[in-house]
């Protein structure tokens, strides 16, 4: 299934520890996106972001990966957080 998501690079996303897998230290996180994929599975997405800060500081591509909630990014898009 494909999910209408528009999140533009640089996205501010307060993940909350249960929204997203894998999450082995069991904590929120603040997260600035790189690239969210729209083939949804089970209501979740493919997230690539940052969580070293918005610009990127750990001079890779992206530092987190991970497999997240849409309702949780559609929460952030929308204000909610």
Same mark, same amino acid.
């Given at each position: 299934?494909? +999910?209408e998501?528009?999140?533009? =690079?640089?996205? =501010?996303?307060?993940?909350? *520890?249960?929204? !997203?897998?894998?999450?082995?230290?069991?904590?929120?996180?603040? +997260?600035?996106?790189?690239? +969210?994929? $729209?083939? *949804?599975? @089970? &209501?979740? +997405?493919?997230?690539?972001?940052?969580?070293? &800060? @918005?610009? &990127?500081?750990?001079?890779?591509?992206?530092? !987190?990966? *991970?497999?997240?909630?849409?309702?949780?990014? =559609? *929460?952030? =898009?929308? &204000? @909610? $957080?």
């Amino acid at each position: 299934m494909i +999910v209408e998501l528009d999140v533009p =690079r640089g996205t =501010r996303l307060h993940l909350l *520890a249960h929204e !997203f897998e894998p999450n082995p230290t069991h904590r929120d996180e603040v +997260v600035w996106s790189v690239a +969210v994929h $729209r083939d *949804a599975t @089970a &209501g979740k +997405v493919r997230l690539h972001g940052h969580m070293c &800060g @918005a610009d &990127g500081e750990c001079a890779k591509g992206w530092c !987190f990966e *991970a497999v997240v909630l849409v309702s949780a990014i =559609r *929460a952030n =898009r929308d &204000g @909610a $957080r």
